[in-house]
């Protein structure tokens, strides 16, 4: 029998039907600031007036790691914590991050608005996450990390429906030259997804959720495993290889500021998960050059090559969201809390509109000679109007 | 009359005639980690703690902000506030400020330690600096950080005796493309240092302390005006042919790890300010390649080019101090807070007197002929011993 | 007396009178292609070829290296030579350049076409230039190139009449690590700079040429020296200090490539250089982020940041031309040479128009308030008439 | 069946047990420069001069395209013909190659000497490759390089026995935005390796010998295809999902400097493909930050990361060859055509050296804990004897 691997449209047909024109933010993309070199400059708001902001803005899909909803229990003392309580116990943690979700589900619901991404926070959530987590080798560390992901794809599922469960790679990285034997730092990784998925997929079968990757090659270590698109899905494939009914759950939710950060062309990483049927999620936004994550409106750096990413989704015929992961400026007024989310969204159903307008056989033609000064000639006429 | 740029040490011959045997560190370079991406891993230590663990090290240069000596006046409560207290007027604010000045002062003193560079935090020290600081078109943030600055020259000469004030650029940068009219944020920068160095000059004559530049190209804004070493040395200079009283002044602080996040060679940035007289301090660390301010230490990426860096101070004869900016790795333990120093500080004698056991006429005479491969077969054999 | 820079419209009024609507391109931006990874994909063209696809593509002005023009002497055979023919005295080569600046001078005139920027090769024309060039610690390869430049400007000023002699930093670098004590190559940089323009200056006075440093941060060598925007600009500050009779012929050649690929952003190079009065000349191209030197067409990365560049000289008062410099696609055919080339001048023209609608008045407000989320939706209105 | 995969020493026994102690450098490892911006500044050698050079150097395995050996039957002409004769029919050209492949293995064995890796050159042997190779939308390229590779294959099995076939991605990439639909020029490239892997390993059987992708993530193109070691990976799995019998020939051969342009860590790299009993050979060289591929001697850069690198793969028991790309620098002299060599074979064997003297259990101890700065104050102790 030849193995296929399959379009995540075809394993769940329910969430991905989408045309290009549904979009997903997150509630953590819209923040105080500040951070290292930043005192905020805006004030705290609660999960229930982003979801408000949100909602005026047209977006129907929301993102929510489990720290970010802890307010709609605990309300504005939230504001003041990092992660969860220090004094609570885990499993008072996981009983206050189900309650959480739930409230998170019925804010939805309310209105009229979905789960598009629901990850766990293994980042700033625990002390322990400084010692990485799928691949720390510390067991402890390790062991917390997949019971943390289990529980949160259990909410993902039963709680909110979420389109996909996300796993950013955070601080699964090295700290510089000589930190690990890379190989077992690699295999402790894989090992603990497989765990999370073969326990996961005994658990909900064909009700499990689509599980998508999201790489990142560095910050906050010096160097991430699986940092990289390519990286993740050489995993999704090692994994496959081996257990094919995990594989077949796995894809990657790729973003552009990650890609760009790597000195990988994002349309191509898009192109790569796409001829894979690999594509979960995505994640627009801008970032420029290899530099600090910036996070920045998708567009700010370049429309070229915006509509580009926006184009090979419409030819490869791409079902799910048009998610994206932006930050406020550091100067942003309160009044402009969401004004990035706004701007991204705009450009990405401008960039939609673009990539439409492009007449596919023309292009087809062009590509095939690899005639790249004729194709930019078409662009320039057909996108920008130059004469 | 032909002009003629001064060497630190013919200006300040009480300041500049160490011989790549003193160190500097920051009392920043102990901290309880965490941030945007981690949780804080370690406790929170008080500035005499920090004292007490550079003393043992065998630090007896010190560097601080304003803001993290706060603790010697407020106590523990310091570890709870970001900057000066939000209910202080900026009259208390620096009143606070010289009181923790003078506390500092004593406590140098007590532990045979001196001050190596005083600085004033114009980063998160207020929400104001989310808008820039010198070159702010806003001119009451712009008004502020005259002020603040002038507060921190005043502590500086006329409190811990600092070797160097530094002026690190911070967020005196732009937001992206179109974020502002170039010409104008760089002549509101360089008009403000003006403003800075005309009024301290005229109120410290020669007894003025040396005011260091140190520029960096990204992080936290976008790109920052006279962001590399090459960019402040222009404006140092730019400023001496209009007011060469003031420009004798100014030199820079190159940090190595913002020469290499804006692709520069640190070794390069070194030789260009030392030839004109301008090095008038230096924050050795690592960093590797162009990405998020890693603040390694010295040698983690690379000891060649350490030895380097050394060899080109020892061959200029500089005579400032052995300064470093370093950060605790996310996971190091309560007991290892200066780890990072140490290894620092280490490596950094080891590479001077690597750089020592070069014997310069050989290496002159095979520069002379750009013979790089005999140069690097010669330093193979001199430093590592390889046969 | 208080020091002035000069804008170099006040120097050269003849020279400097355009509004951004005056192109220049180099002959060398047509070529067969070719390389350390290619075989060449076109055929040899020669200049009078050259000038007349520029004269159709609506090219005024014309760029050259010295070497470019040899075949309107020599004929096709000149296809086969790299720099000059190797049996060649000096003296030869000397007056076979001249002949060719005097073909070239009468070619233009037939053309109705102008020189806009005179350059003599000194990177492939000779086997000396693999040791540097003015820095070059061989007095023989630095004279040749000190003789070389003052022969190029004689035929700068006397035959072709350039808009700007340039001086491409070239190969005036490092090997690496430990390459050379960098004080000394800088000083013997400066020292032939300022030979060459005592000895110009004094030979044209006030006929003398704008002599305009182009600065590359890397490649072909490890790193350059002067070899950023504002290393460049620090140098012509420092010749200033002690020269000012010739330090205000000397301006900057800025290419937004070799901004970007030392991860500077070109309009804030541009907008350093304007500041300053020292922008003499733009190159004009495109790579996206630091990688090799790619020299794409302007706007092949970003349009955006074509129009910000745009938008910058417009508000300063450019008076300059708008030159490029790029080079055919590997695979462009025989009738594409100059595709790169038109699609560059339509895209600046594109951006020159956009800049211009956008109202000064609303852009000032905006950015006197770091307004950047007001400025980017302004510019989406404006530019790209989103809604 | 639960599917394994195999480590290289599993399926060629008698091609892997090295011991870190055998070097293998390519003959086009010496040249005589030149290129886009330099003259070259040493004169043509022969094939055999090589051989005997590197003979003379201790090593044992030597490295060859296809093209680099014409001269061994054209004579001296060769040296003025970039890739084959342009008059011969491509039957003309194979058969060429065949005749000097014999004397390749003829001369080899005259002094002990043995082929590393043969390699076609499909970059600068034909204008073809201007369009790609195996993901070309050209079917004529596509189709050439298939066949050059299977004529490749042939005289590294039949007749040079190689230890591995390298396939570098050269020119398989993009143009910048927009220039092709990603997935059809992926698909493209899988198509055709597994045309010439089902070809060969029907032809050759167990006999097959390894095939080794070298990525390189961009230059000559803007992004290469399947150009990081992770994506060459997630390749050779996505082939093994579907062809098991195809995949377990197929590896990777992962270069330093390639891994550095692309901003992975090449321990990392090898280390990823090492834990898959994937990493079938390595080149190594240095490089530093990403830029233009430098191709240094290996630690010209960093020795530290150079006995990282030697480290992973003595824990990890690799038992391929010790390989290395380098180029002599623009400068160097005649007498130092194979200077980069020596310095990286010296180096090399040092790092292997170090590498064995840090002791596995307190390594293993150090990293289970993620003790970083132990880690490191273990290595500056036991490598540089520092106190």
């Given at each position: 029998?030849?193995?296929?691997?399959?379009?995540?449209e075809?394993?769940?047909?329910?969430k991905y039907?989408?045309s290009?024109?549904?979009?997903?933010?997150?509630?953590?993309?819209?923040?105080?600031g500040g951070?290292?070199?930043?005192?905020?400059?805006?004030?705290?708001?609660?999960?229930?007036?982003?979801?408000?902001?949100?909602?005026?803005?047209?977006?129907?899909?929301?993102?929510?790691?489990?720290?970010?909803?802890?307010d709609?229990?605990?309300?504005?003392?939230a504001?003041?914590?990092?992660?969860?309580?220090?004094?609570?116990?885990?499993?008072?943690?996981?009983?206050?991050?189900?309650?959480?979700a739930?409230?998170?589900k019925?804010?939805?619901?309310?209105?009229?608005?979905k789960?598009?991404?629901?990850?766990?926070?293994?980042?700033?959530s625990?002390?322990?996450?400084?010692?990485?987590n799928?691949?720390?080798?510390?067991?402890?560390?390790?062991?917390?990390?997949?019971?943390?992901t289990?529980?949160?794809?259990?909410?993902?599922?039963?709680?909110?429906?979420?389109?996909?469960?996300v796993?950013?790679?955070?601080?699964?990285?090295?700290?510089?030259?000589f930190?690990a034997?890379?190989?077992?730092r690699i295999?402790?990784?894989?090992?603990?997804?497989?765990?999370?998925?073969?326990?996961?997929?005994?658990?909900?079968?064909?009700?499990?959720?689509?599980?998508?990757?999201?790489?990142?090659?560095?910050e906050p270590?010096?160097?991430?495993?699986?940092?990289?698109?390519?990286s993740?899905?050489?995993?999704?494939f090692?994994?496959?290889?081996e257990?094919?009914?995990?594989?077949?759950?796995m894809?990657?939710?790729?973003?552009?500021?990650?890609s760009?950060?790597?000195?990988?062309?994002?349309?191509?990483?898009?192109?790569?998960?796409?001829?894979?049927?690999?594509?979960?999620?995505?994640?627009?936004?801008?970032?420029?050059?290899?530099?600090?994550?910036?996070?920045l409106?998708?567009?700010?750096?370049?429309?070229?090559?915006?509509?580009?990413?926006?184009?090979?989704?419409?030819?490869?015929?791409?079902k799910?969201?048009l998610g994206?992961?932006?930050?406020?400026?550091?100067q942003?007024?309160?009044d402009?809390?969401?004004a990035?989310?706004?701007?991204?969204?705009r450009r990405v159903?401008?960039?939609?509109?673009?990539?439409?307008?492009?007449?596919?056989?023309i292009?087809?033609?062009?590509?095939?000679?690899?005639?790249?000064a004729?194709?930019?000639?078409?662009?320039?006429e057909?996108?920008?109007?130059?004469?």
């Open positions: 029998m030849n193995f296929k691997l399959l379009h995540p075809d394993i769940w047909p329910d039907f989408h290009l024109d549904k979009y997903s933010f997150g509630v953590w993309n819209m923040n105080p951070g290292r070199f930043f005192k905020a400059n805006r004030k705290w708001i609660s999960t229930n007036t982003k979801l408000d902001l949100l909602a005026d803005a047209g977006v129907e899909y929301i993102e929510a790691h489990d720290t970010d909803l802890l709609l229990v605990l309300g504005e003392k504001a003041d914590i990092v992660g969860y309580p220090e004094d609570m116990s885990e499993s008072e943690k996981m009983a206050l991050m189900k309650k959480a739930t409230k998170f019925d804010e939805l619901a309310k209105r009229g608005q789960c598009g991404v629901f990850t766990m926070n293994l980042f700033n625990e002390k322990e996450w400084n010692f990485g799928y691949g720390s080798e510390v067991d402890e560390v390790q062991r917390l990390a997949i019971q943390r289990l529980a949160g794809i259990e909410a993902a599922v039963e709680i909110v429906n979420a389109q996909v469960y796993y950013w790679v955070g601080s699964n990285g090295t700290d510089g030259l930190s034997f890379h190989p077992k295999s402790r990784t894989r090992e603990a997804l497989v765990e999370i998925m073969d326990k996961s997929v005994a658990k909900y079968g064909d009700k499990m959720c689509p599980f998508a990757f999201e790489p990142k090659p560095e270590k010096f160097k991430m495993y699986y940092g990289t698109a390519a993740a899905l050489a995993c999704v090692r994994i496959t290889l257990r094919p009914d995990l594989g077949k759950f894809g990657l939710n790729i973003e552009v500021a990650h760009l950060m790597g000195k990988t062309d994002p349309a191509m990483d898009y192109g790569e998960a796409l001829e894979a049927g690999k594509l979960f999620h995505i994640h627009e936004n801008a970032q420029g050059e290899p530099a600090f994550d910036r996070d409106a998708a567009g700010d750096d370049s429309l070229v090559s915006l509509v580009d990413r926006m184009w090979q989704l419409k030819v490869a015929g791409y799910g969201l994206a992961d932006v930050q406020p400026l550091p942003d007024r309160d402009q809390m969401s990035t989310i706004i701007r991204t969204k159903a401008w960039a939609v509109e673009q990539a439409k307008k492009l007449d596919d056989t292009m087809k033609k062009l590509q095939a000679n690899h005639d790249q004729g194709i930019l000639d078409y662009l320039d057909v996108v920008f109007s130059m004469k």
